[in-house]
C-alpha cells in the first residue's frame, strides 16, 4: 500500500480540478502522524487502512470533506487524537463527518436475531444523518471486509460478517450501491458460509469454461440484432455474483443445473430513445417472457435506478436476462446516491451541501414505504421519531423520541419498571427524566423497596408505562383509601355498633356492590360510604355534624394542583377558614365523606383534631401549574366616596383578579372590608398587600 497521497490527489483532481487538495495532505500526515505505531492485522502500516478509504472513496468522487474523513475517520476512535483536534485543524464540516462515523463504529452487533437486525439498520440511518457518514462507514466496512482474512480471530471474523451481510449490504442497497452491496454481501457470505461459497465459485468456473462460447455466442447474436438499427451500444455480459446466486438456489428451490440465469447481459447506449430501440429489436427477434419485463425508465426504482428490464429465450431454450440503460443510469446504478448526488451539486451553489446531501436521502427514503425492493416499510422520518438504546447485553430497544429511562424500564419488563431505582446511562448515573438518545446503552438500578412514583407519569412518553405506573397508583390508592376507612370505622363507631353492622354486613355489601372487607373500607375511607350514613340507617342516630365547615366556593383541585403525601386522585378541599396558598405550610386533613381538607399549618381549626392523629396527614404544595387559589385579605379602608373603586384599580394593576368583597362594618371614617382574590400563590397574595399598603387611602391590609 502506498504511503502518500500523490496518487489520490491526482484521481480528485482528475473529476474536481478546482478543489482544494491540500487539506488532503494535511489530513493524510496528520492521521500518519496519529497512526504510527499501530498496524494492522496485515502487518501493514495502519495508515494504509485509511488511505484505502479515501481512495475508494474518490473512485466515487465525493467531495473533498468526506475524502478527507476517510483518511481522519479511525483518529478519533483509535488513537489519542481528539475531536477538538480535528476541529481545530479541519474545521467543523469534516469534524462533524468524523464524529458520525466514529459514533458509527461505537455500535456493534450483537444479536443473530432478525428484529434486532431491523432495529440496527434504522439505528444506523438515524444516528448517521448526514448521508456522507453512511457512505464512509460503507466503504470503510468494505475494505475492512477485503482485509478480514488477517483478523485471527474466527469469532470475530464472524460476527463482522455477519453485522456486514445483515446490516450494511441491506444499508448499501437502499441508497443504491449496488456494486458495494454485492461485494459486501460476497465477502461476507465467503465467510459465513465457506462450503457454500466455494462450491458455488467451483460451480460457476466450470460453467463458465464450458458456457464461455455461449456467452460469447449470445454477446454476438445480440450485437447482430441490434446492428438492424443505428444504435450507438456496448453489450456486456455479466456473470452474476455467488451470494446472489445463492439467494436464488434458496428462494427458488432449484438446483445449479436449472440455474439458466447464472448470466446476465447488459446493453448500455447512449441515449434514452436508444434504449427503447433496442428492446423493440430484441423483442421482434427473440421470444419473450412478457412478465419478467420491467420498465424502470419511465418507473424509476426509489433510490432512483433506472434501466429496462427484458428476459427471453435465446439459444438452446437459455433464459437470457437482459438490462438495457444509458451511460449515466449506468453510472447511477453503480453509485447510487453518490451519484445522484453529485449531479445536484453541479447544479447549485456551494452552501448548504450538507442539507442538499441530507434532502436527496430523505428524497429516496421518502419513496421507499412502497417499494418491494426495500427490506423495511418504514420511512426515515419515522426513525427520527424514535430512539435506539441499548441493553447492557446490547439488544436494541427501539423507543420513541424523548422516552425516558423508566420507559426504557418498562419496555424490558414491567418488573423492571416497577422496581426501577436509578439508571446508568453510558456508564454514568442519571437522573430517571434524562431524555435517552440513539446509541445510549442503559443500566437499570433496581431495587426490591423501590415502587413507582405518581411523579413519573408526567416524564414517561411510552404507554406502556403510562399504563403501569397508573395501574399501580390505582392500587395504591385503594390501599390508603383501605388503611383510612379502617381507621375511621374504628374510631367513629363503638365495639357494640360495629358488631351490629357485622351482622349487616352481607345487604350492606349487597347495596354498594361490594365484595370484600377492604373494598367496604375503602369505600368508608373515599368517602363513598359515610359513617353519618351507617348510623343513620342502622343506629337511627340523626346525621353527624361536619367538623368543619368546607367553603362552598372551594378551588376544585385540578388535575395540575398536586399535593405531595397524598395519592391522586383523592379529592381535596382548601379550608375556607384560612386559605392556604402555594408557598403556605400545610396540613391535610381528612374528613369522612369528603375527602381531604387542606390548612394552612397555623389554622387555629387544627386545634379541633388534635385528639384524632389518624386524620392528620403530612403534605406539601407540589406543582401547581397556574391554578388560581383563593387567598383573603382583610382591608381598612378610608370611608369616603370612590374610594372602593379605588381599591379595585389597585387590585387589578396587580393583575390579581377580585371574586369577592364583603364589608363587615362600616365606620364613619373607615370600612373594614373582606377581598378575596384569585392568585396563583402566597407571594402573588403578599404583592398585593403590598400594593394595597402604598395607597394613602387604605389604612391597614392583613393576610385573613
Ligand atoms: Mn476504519
Redesign the pocket.
Known amino acids: 500500500m502506498k504511503r502518500d497521497v500523490t496518487g489520490l490527489i491526482i484521481k480528485v483532481k482528475k473529476y474536481a480540478p478546482a478543489a482544494d487538495t491540500s487539506i488532503l495532505q494535511r489530513a493524510y500526515e496528520f492521521a500518519d502522524q496519529h497512526h504510527i505505531d499501530q498496524k494492522r492485522a496485515s502487518g501493514d502500516p495502519y495508515i494504509s487502512?485509511?488511505v484505502a478509504?479515501a481512495n475508494m472513496l474518490a473512485d466515487l468522487k465525493l467531495d473533498i470533506p468526506s475524502i478527507a474523513t476517510g483518511l481522519l475517520?479511525?483518529t478519533v476512535?483509535?488513537t489519542s487524537a481528539t475531536l477538538e483536534d480535528i476541529q481545530n485543524e479541519f474545521g467543523e464540516e469534516i469534524a462533524y463527518l468524523v464524529n458520525g462515523?466514529t459514533k458509527l463504529?461505537r455500535i456493534e452487533l450483537q444479536s443473530n436475531d432478525n428484529k434486532q437486525a431491523e432495529n440496527f439498520r434504522k439505528l444506523v440511518l438515524a444516528m448517521a444523518q448526514d448521508i456522507r457518514v453512511l457512505l464512509i462507514k460503507l466503504i470503510?466496512?468494505l475494505?475492512?471486509m477485503r482485509t478480514l482474512h488477517y483478523l485471527p480471530s474466527a469469532d470475530s471474523r464472524k460476527r463482522i460478517s455477519l453485522e456486514t451481510i445483515e446490516i450494511y449490504a441491506p444499508l448499501a442497497e437502499r441508497i443504491g450501491m449496488f456494486t458495494v452491496q454485492e461485494q459486501l454481501q460476497d465477502l461476507s457470505f465467503a465467510e459465513l458460509n465457506p462450503e457454500a461459497y466455494q462450491s458455488i465459485m467451483l460451480r460457476v468456473a466450470d460453467f463458465h469454461e464450458k458456457g464461455q462460447d455461449i456467452v460469447q455466442r449470445v454477446i454476438e447474436g445480440l450485437k447482430g440484432t441490434l446492428s438492424e438499427g443505428s444504435i450507438d451500444c456496448e453489450v456486456f455480459g455479466r456473470e452474476k455474483k455467488p451470494y446472489s446466486i445463492w439467494r436464488k438456489m434458496q428462494r427458488k428451490n432449484v438446483n445449479f443445473e436449472q440455474l439458466s440465469d447464472l448470466f446476465g447481459f447488459r446493453i448500455v447506449t447512449t441515449s434514452v430513445a436508444d434504449c427503447y430501440q433496442a428492446l423493440g429489436l430484441i423483442h421482434s427477434s427473440y421470444l419473450v417472457l412478457p412478465q419478467k419485463f420491467k420498465d424502470y425508465i419511465s418507473t424509476p426504482k426509489p433510490n432512483h435506478y433506472q434501466s429496462l428490464h427484458t428476459t427471453v429465450i435465446g439459444p438452446k431454450g437459455i433464459r437470457l436476462e437482459i438490462q438495457i440503460r444509458t451511460t449515466s443510469m449506468q453510472e447511477i446504478a453503480d453509485r447510487g446516491v453518490a451519484a445522484h448526488w453529485q449531479y445536484k451539486q453541479e447544479m447549485t451553489s456551494n452552501d448548504g451541501k450538507r442539507f442538499r446531501w441530507l434532502r436527496s436521502l430523505l428524497e429516496i427514503m421518502d419513496q421507499a414505504a412502497g417499494a418491494e425492493e426495500f427490506l423495511e416499510h418504514t420511512k426515515l422520518e419515522m426513525f427520527q421519531d424514535q430512539v435506539f438504546c441499548f441493553t447492557p447485553k446490547g439488544d436494541v430497544i427501539n423507543l420513541p423520541q424523548g422516552a425516558t429511562p423508566i420507559d426504557f424500564a418498562y419496555a424490558v419488563h414491567s418488573d423492571v419498571g416497577n422496581s426501577c431505582k436509578g439508571a446508568k446511562i453510558n456508564g454514568r448515573l442519571m437522573p430517571l427524566r434524562t431524555e435517552i438518545k440513539s446509541g445510549d446503552q442503559l443500566e437499570i438500578i433496581t431495587s426490591k423497596n423501590q415502587q413507582p412514583s405518581p411523579t413519573w407519569e408526567q416524564f414517561v412518553v411510552t404507554g406502556k408505562a403510562q399504563a403501569n405506573i397508573r395501574r399501580f397508583i390505582r392500587s395504591q390508592q385503594r390501599d390508603q383509601f383501605t388503611r383510612l376507612g379502617r381507621s375511621i370505622y374504628a374510631s367513629e363507631l363503638t365495639a357494640d355498633q360495629r358488631k351490629v353492622l357485622e351482622e349487616h354486613k352481607e345487604s350492606i355489601y349487597k347495596t354498594h356492590g361490594i365484595h370484600n372487607e377492604s373494598e367496604f373500607l375503602s369505600f368508608i375511607g373515599e368517602g363513598k360510604i359515610t359513617i353519618r350514613e351507617l348510623k343513620h340507617k342502622f343506629f337511627d342516630e340523626g346525621p353527624m355534624e361536619d367538623d368543619i365547615k368546607i367553603s362552598k366556593s372551594k378551588v376544585s383541585s385540578k388535575k395540575s394542583v398536586e399535593i405531595k403525601g397524598l395519592v391522586p386522585g383523592m379529592a381535596i378541599h382548601y379550608a375556607g377558614c384560612c386559605h392556604p396558598l402555594p408557598g403556605d405550610k400545610i396540613i391535610g386533613i381528612i374528613t369522612t365523606g369528603k375527602g381531604v381538607t387542606i390548612h394552612n399549618s397555623d389554622c387555629e381549626t387544627l386545634h379541633k383534631y388534635e385528639e384524632e392523629p389518624h386524620r392528620w396527614f403530612d403534605v406539601s404544595w407540589g406543582d401547581t401549574g397556574n391554578t388560581q387559589f383563593k387567598g383573603r385579605v382583610f382591608v381598612m379602608l378610608e370611608n369616603k366616596s370612590g374610594s372602593l373603586g379605588s381599591i379595585a384599580t389597585i387590585i387589578g394593576k396587580s393583575g390579581a383578579n377580585i371574586t369577592n368583597i364583603r364589608v363587615l362594618r362600616r365606620l364613619n371614617d373607615y370600612f373594614d372590608l373582606l377581598i378575596d382574590v384569585d392568585v396563583t400563590d402566597k407571594d402573588k397574595l403578599f404583592d398585593v398587600i403590598a400594593l394595597l399598603r402604598t395607597s394613602s387611602i387604605v389604612h391597614s391590609v392583613e393576610r385573613h
Open positions: 487502512h485509511p478509504v475517520h479511525d476512535e483509535d462515523v463504529s470503510d466496512r475494505h475492512n
